[in-house]
C-alpha cells in the first residue's frame, strides 16, 4: 500500500492532520486554496486563539448523533491538545468558562509553531490550489484544482472546513467532493450568527448592550444583547442562532430578577414618587434612556412628553409585560461571512468515530 497522503484544507485541522501523519511516516502534502494556511487560526479568539476548553463535554455537542464525539474524546482530548501544543511551544493559560490561551495572548504564535513543525517533518505546503474535484482510479485518488492542476496521493483526508466566514477561505468546497463519493450531506445553514429582525425599533437601539432572557421557541439563554441596525447580536443571540427552525419572533426579558407583579409595583411607586416626570425621562436610573423610550413607544404611550402621572393602570401592565417578554420579528439571519459555524454538515453515521474515515471510500 501507497503512503502518500493528500490533506485538503490548510486550516488548524488540516495542519494538525498533516502533523500527525508525517509523524506516522506517510508522505505529506497539505493543499490549501488561499494564499497562505491557517488564516482563520489567526482569526479565532479575537486574534488570541482559543485552542480548547478544559470544561468540553458530550452535552456540547449536538446533532442527530452526538456521541459520535466520543471517538474522538477517547483518543484526544483538551488534556492531549494542551500537551500536543506544549510539546510544540506554546505555554497555554486557563482563563473563564475553561478557555485555554496562548500565554503570549497571540494567535500567530499557535500558527507559527504549527509551521514550524511542518518544516521539520517534510510536510510539503500548496497554496492557492483550489480542489475542484477528487476521483479514485485503480486504488489511487486524482486531485485536480480550479486551474487544472492535477495531483494524486494514496490516502486523502478532507479537512475544507464548513461555510462560515468565506472570506477566510472556508467555501465549503469539502461538500461536493464528498457528495461525489456518495455522502449524505445535510442542509446547511449559518449559524453562531446574528439575527435579523424588522428594524423599527432596534435601529434606534444601535450600539446597546443589556443583559437579557433570549428566548427563541422553546430554547432560552442568558447573557449580553447588542442591538444593531439590522436586528440582534451578542452570545445569547449568537448561541440561540443554531436553534433557529421557521420561529418567527425572539423575545427578551430585559429584567429577569423581577416578576410582572413586582414590576407593577415599582412602577407604581415610580409614578407616585415622581408624578411630574415627563415619559421620555420616566426609566432614567432604572434601564438605559433610550431602551425605556423605545419600550414605551412599543408600548404605545405617546407622546413622551406626557407626565408620569397619565399613565392608566391598563398603559402600566402593558409595559410590565413588554419589559418581561419584548417580542421581536424575525426576517432572517446575518450572511455566511457573519456566521462563526455551520449549522448541518455530512452525516456522521457514515464515517467511524474511531478514526474519522469514511465507511464508503
Known sequence: MGNSVAVIGGGASGLTAAIFAAQSGADVTVYESGERVGR??????????????????????????????????????????????????????????????PYSDRASDVLDVLRFKLD?????????????????????????????????????????????????????????????????????????????????????????????????????????????????????VFSLSSRLDGQRTISLDIMREYSKERLFEMLTSRIYRNPKTALENFFVGMLNKRVGQALLKFAGTEPLSRYAVTLSEKEITRICGIIKKWDFNITGTMSWNNAQVTKGGVSTDEFNPSTMESRLV
Request: aromatic content about 8%; overall charge positive; hydrophobic content about 35%.
Open 120 to 236: 521539520g517533518l517534510g510536510v510539503r505546503v500548496v497554496s492557492s490550489f483550489e480542489a475542484a474535484r477528487v476521483t479514485k482510479n485503480n486504488g489511487k485518488f486524482d486531485i485536480v484544482s480550479y486551474d487544472g492542476r492535477r495531483e494524486g496521493a494514496d490516502r486523502v483526508i478532507i479537512a475544507t472546513g464548513g461555510k462560515a466566514a468565506p472570506n477566510l477561505g472556508s467555501k465549503g468546497a469539502g461538500y461536493d467532493i464528498l457528495k461525489s463519493f456518495g455522502h449524505t450531506v445535510t442542509r446547511l445553514s449559518p449559524s453562531l450568527v446574528q439575527i435579523k429582525t424588522e428594524t423599527d425599533v432596534v435601529k434606534k437601539l444601535k450600539g446597546i448592550k443589556l443583559n437579557a432572557d433570549v428566548t427563541l421557541g422553546k430554547y432560552s439563554e442568558y447573557g449580553e444583547v447588542l442591538f444593531t441596525e439590522y436586528g440582534l447580536s451578542g452570545p445569547a
Open 40 to 101: 482563520k487560526i489567526l482569526a479565532t479568539g479575537n486574534g488570541r486563539c482559543n485552542m480548547t476548553n478544559i470544561n468540553a463535554d458530550i452535552k456540547n455537542y449536538h446533532g442527530k448523533n452526538p456521541k459520535f464525539i466520543l471517538g474522538a474524546k477517547n483518543k484526544f482530548w483538551t488534556d492531549k491538545t494542551i500537551e500536543f501544543f506544549s510539546d510544540l511551544g506554546i505555554l497555554a493559560k486557563i482563563e473563564e468558562d475553561g478557555k485555554v490561551y
